[in-house]
């Protein structure tokens, strides 16, 4: 049985780069497979090797045999490998498509590490206050409770919280559950649902810019990528659609396409949306038509948006990770206070 994940973003960056390698020198497409095939250690991508391999001394190409597999293949990598079956420079598209997912992936990585040290805040700062309320303030209530004495407003305060979540912790968690399952659904089966969460999204308040940055980055990269190896404005605006996550973009992008297809400038168009698209690109787009190099604007316009993701990382991490530590600090400590003070108040209760 072929798993269709066999083959992940890292493998199919090294199925590129490998292949390209071994084309540019001259081995033909099957001996540059069977080598592959040879040098890979799982049994699961071998017998794709091996089937893509049978298809192709059948005379099958290469993009073809790769969707008879079933295997989950990046959709620009196919377009790409069929693009250059054509043309005859299948190597030269191989290198164009690990490229481009060398560059996604290298995004995707630094974001991934941006939110790792917060995530990790966030996870123990949640950890230990549920520890100290459920574990150890408990410990102290019965004390209190033998003794006349008024409880300090943060002790009460705590102690509501610590009732709460023994009477009706189990029902909040099944409620978040259960609501999380129905978001989930509406966000699958219902359009409308998920159009105005992705438009939220775009125009959340402090991280829309970077959202949109995100999205502009990896579109201009493709756009680039497929306009080099030969394919038309209104197919690159097509793919776009397709490949695209974010509804609103995606039907903003049909509108575009259809638009091209009328002979509409690209600038012109994506003026019209100039309240989701940079006024940057924007202006590249338009100096690309004038200038007849549009590709090399928008190659130049990934290369300013995954800077600016740079920049962003880093203005992030300085502003995000010291109001975490200081966060982190006021709940614990407000907690430790909780329990600190009544002891403070029972001991000047015995010694007076």
Not at 7 to 19: E, G, S, V
Not at 127 to 151: C, Q, Y
Not at 286 to 301: N, P, Q, V, Y
Request: charged fraction near 20%; aromatic fraction near 10%.
């Amino acid at each position: 049985m072929i798993r269709k994940g066999a083959f992940k973003l890292a493998d199919q960056i090294f199925f590129c780069q490998r292949l390209s390698i071994l084309l540019e020198s001259g081995i033909s497409l099957v001996e540059a497979l069977v080598i592959m095939s040879d040098i890979d250690v799982s049994k699961h991508r071998k017998k794709i090797y091996g089937i893509v391999i049978k298809d192709l001394e059948k005379g099958i190409s290469l993009a073809k045999s790769i969707r008879n597999t079933g295997v989950k293949f990046n959709h620009l990598l196919i377009t790409l490998i069929q693009n250059g079956e054509v043309t005859g420079g299948l190597g030269v598209a191989l290198a164009q498509a690990h490229s481009y997912m060398e560059k996604k992936n290298e995004m995707k990585k630094k974001i991934i590490s941006s939110l790792i040290y917060p995530a990790f805040i966030v996870f123990t700062t949640i950890a230990m206050t549920f520890f100290l309320i459920l574990f150890i303030f408990p410990k102290i209530i019965p004390l209190l409770k033998s003794l006349n004495i008024e409880l300090p407003l943060i002790t009460r305060i705590v102690q509501a919280f610590y009732y709460f979540s023994i009477s009706y912790g189990i029902w909040v968690i099944i409620g978040m559950l259960i609501l999380i399952t129905i978001s989930y659904f509406l966000n699958m089966k219902i359009f409308s649902f998920k159009y105005k969460i992705h438009l939220f999204l775009i125009h959340m308040p402090f991280f829309s810019k970077y959202i949109q940055i995100y999205i502009m980055a990896s579109i201009c990269s493709m756009a680039e990528t497929l306009l080099n190896s030969g394919r038309s404005l209104p197919d690159t605006l097509a793919f776009s659609r397709e490949s695209v996550r974010n509804v609103v973009y995606k039907r903003v992008f049909s509108l575009i396409h259809d638009e091209s297809v009328r002979g509409v400038s690209l600038a012109d168009s994506l003026r019209k949306y100039s309240h989701i698209f940079p006024s940057i690109l924007i202006n590249m787009c338009d100096l690309g038509e004038r200038t007849g190099h549009l590709a090399h604007m928008l190659g130049h316009s990934a290369k300013i948006f995954e800077q600016d993701i740079d920049n962003a990382q880093k203005r992030l991490s300085s502003l995000i990770e010291p109001m975490l530590m200081v966060l982190m600090g006021l709940i614990v400590g407000s907690i430790a206070l909780s329990i600190i003070l009544p002891v403070y108040e029972i001991t000047n209760h015995l010694t007076k």
